[in-house]
C-alpha cells in the first residue's frame, strides 16, 4: 500500500468523556450522576463488578495524560464538562468543579492544545433524573441552564462547544431496548426523550447565540453536536418494504438530527409515520421557534458500524408499539467480536458523501471512531507493550476511506480517535479496550503506550497514511 495524503489543515486529535474518565466521584462538591446511582444499586450489572466511581483517573493525571496527547502529536482532544461537577443542586456554579476544569484548560494551553468540550454525555445528575430526567420539560429547561453558565463560566478558554454527544443513545438504550437503568421498553417514551433532547439542544445553542452576542464567549467560537451516525444498508434487491426500514431507520437516527443541525427542524416525513403508527410526541406550542435554533456551526460524526435493516417480521411488539425494522445479518460482513459490532470502514466515506450531497455547507469531523478489544494482555511483546496491529489496521483503513471521501468532496477537517487512553465504558467498565495507551488497573493506573500510539504518531507528523 503506497501512501495516502490528508490535507495540510487536517487535524488528529482524541476523545474521552467526563464520566468515564475523571473518576473523583464525590470530590469536591460533584454530585451523584445517574451512572453512581445504577453502580449503588446492581454492581453486579458491571463488568467485574467494576461501576461508575473511577474512570481512568484522569482527575488527578490530566497533566500526564495532556502530555502524552503533546508526545503523539495530536492537536487537540474532546472532552466532557459534567454536570453533576459543575453545578450544585440547586443549579449555582460549584466554585470546586469550575476550578478544575480550570486547570484541565490552562494545562492544555500550556502544551499548544485545544480542547473541544462537549456538555453532556449520558451523565444526568440523579437528582434531575428522578424529576423525570429527560422526559421533563423542567430537565429541558434545567439543561439550558447549564449550558448558560458553562458558557459563561469558560466561554473565554473554550473555542469549540458541542451540547451533546450520541443523544440516539440515551432514547434507546434507556426508554427503547431497556438496557440501560432504569431498563424501560417503550418507543412512545423513546420518541418523547428523543424529541426532548433536541429541545434541549436548541435551547442550549440559543443561550451560545446569546453569550456570544454579549461578549462573554470568545467571538470566534463554534457550537455544534456529536452523533454515532450510522449508514443503513439493507439486502440486495430489497423490497419495498425493506426500503420502508431503511427510510424509518434512516430518519429516526440520522436525519433527525441533521435536519435540526443543518435546517432547524425535524424531518416531517418520521413524524407524520410515527403519528400514523400511534406515536404521537408531545409536543408544545412554541416547540418549532425553539427548534429553530438548532441550527450549528459544525458537526461530530462518531463512527463505529453501520446499521443493517430489513423489513420487520411483526409490525408491533409485544406490547403494541410499532416496529419499524428488523436487524439484517449481511452475509460478508467481518466482526468486531468482542464488541459484537461489524467493521465496515466503507460506511465512513457513504456517510460523508451522504452529508456532502444532502446538507451542503455543513462542515464535519470525525469525532470518535475506535477498536474495542478484550483481554488485550495477551497481545504484549516482551517488552510488556500491547501489539495491537487489528487497531493500526482499523484506523488505517478508516482514514483511507475518509481520504477518499475528501477527494470526493467530502467536507471532513479532522479526526479524533476513540479513546486515547483506557477508559471505564459504562456497564461493561474496561472489558473492552479502545486506547491507544493502556490503564494498568493492576498497576496503579499508570499509562503505557501501546504499538498503535506509535504508528498514529508517525501519521501525524505529516498527514499521511502509511
Known amino acids: 500500500m503506497g501512501k495516502i495524503k490528508l490535507p495540510k489543515d487536517f487535524f488528529f486529535g482524541a476523545a474521552m468523556s467526563g464520566p468515564q474518565t475523571e473518576g473523583a466521584y ?40 495532556i502530555r502524552l496527547m503533546k508526545s503523539l502529536g495530536l492537536k487537540s482532544f474532546r472532552t466532557s464538562i459534567q454536570w453533576s461537577r459543575l453545578l450544585d443542586q440547586d443549579g449555582k456554579l460549584n466554585q470546586e468543579g469550575a476550578a478544575f476544569y480550570h486547570k484541565v484548560f490552562e494545562t492544555a494551553k500550556k502544551y499548544d492544545i485545544e480542547v473541544f468540550i462537549n456538555l453532556y454525555h449520558f451523565d444526568m445528575p440523579a437528582y434531575l433524573f428522578r424529576r423525570g430526567g429527560w422526559e421533563s420539560r423542567e430537565v429541558v429547561e434545567a439543561y439550558a441552564h447549564y449550558a448558560k453558565v458553562a458558557f459563561e463560566t469558560f466561554g473565554k ?5 458541542f451540547t451533546f454527544n450520541e443523544p440516539i443513545v440515551e432514547p434507546e438504550q434507556r426508554y427503547r431496548d431497556g438496557l440501560w437503568y432504569p431498563f424501560i421498553k417503550d418507543i412512545q417514551r423513546s420518541l418523547n426523550t428523543q424529541y426532548n433532547i433536541a429541545l434541549a439542544h436548541s435551547l442550549a445553542v440559543g443561550e451560545f447565540r446569546k453569550a456570544q ?21 439493507t439486502k440486495d434487491n430489497p423490497s419495498e418494504a425493506d426500503l420502508e426500514a431503511v427510510r424509518m431507520t434512516d430518519g429516526m437516527h440520522n436525519r433527525w438530527w441533521l435536519d435540526l443541525v443543518a435546517e432547524g427542524h425535524l424531518p416531517e416525513d418520521v413524524l407524520t409515520t410515527l403519528e400514523e403508527k400511534g406515536v404521537v410526541i408531545d409536543k408544545h406550542p412554541g416547540d418549532e421557534a425553539i427548534l429553530k435554533e438548532g441550527v450549528v456551526d459544525w458537526l461530530g460524526f462518531n463512527y463505529y458500524q453501520p446499521t ?59 469525532s470518535e471512531n475506535g477498536m474495542g478489544v478484550e483481554h488485550e494482555d495477551r497481545f504484549k511483546n516482551e517488552a510488556g507493550e ?13 482514514l483511507t476511506w475518509i481520504a477518499k471521501a475528501i477527494e470526493e468532496g467530502a467536507n471532513c477537517v479532522g ?13 461493561n467498565a474496561f472489558k473492552n ?17 501501546k504499538k498503535s500510539a506509535h504508528w498514529l504518531k508517525t501519521v501525524t507528523e505529516n498527514n499521511e497514511i502509511i
Open 157 to 161: 478558554e473554550i473555542k469549540y462547544w
Open 308 to 366: 443493517r435493516v430489513q423489513a420487520p417480521a411483526k409490525p408491533v411488539d409485544a406490547n403494541g408499539l410499532p416496529v419499524f425494522a428488523d436487524p439484517y445479518i449481511w452475509p460478508e460482513r467481518k466482526m468486531n467480536v468482542y464488541r459484537g459490532w461489524e467493521i465496515y470502514p466503507k460506511g465512513i466515506y457513504d456517510f460523508g458523501l451522504k452529508l456532502k450531497n444532502d446538507y451542503p455547507g455543513l462542515k464535519f469531523y470525525i
Open 433 to 449: 479496550r479502545y486506547g491507544l495507551i493502556e490503564v494498568g488497573l493492576m498497576d496503579d493506573y499508570n499509562r503505557h503506550l
Open 26 to 65: 464525590k470530590k469536591d462538591g460533584k454530585l451523584e450522576n445517574i451512572w453512581d446511582t445504577w453502580s449503588d444499586l446492581a454492581i453486579e450489572d458491571f463488568y467485574n463488578r467494576v461501576g461508575s466511581y473511577v474512570g481512568n483517573d484522569f482527575y488527578h493525571r490530566y497533566e500526564e495524560d
Open 213 to 233: 452576542a454579549a461578549g462573554t464567549m470568545r467571538s470566534d467560537g463554534k457550537i455544534g453536536l456529536i452523533n454515532c451516525f450510522a449508514p443503513p444498508y
Open 386 to 398: 500491547i501489539q495491537d496491529d487489528y487497531r493500526i489496521e482499523f484506523i488505517r483503513d478508516h
Open 415 to 427: 479526526y479524533h480517535y476513540w479513546g486515547l487512553i483506557d477508559n471505564w465504558s459504562w456497564n
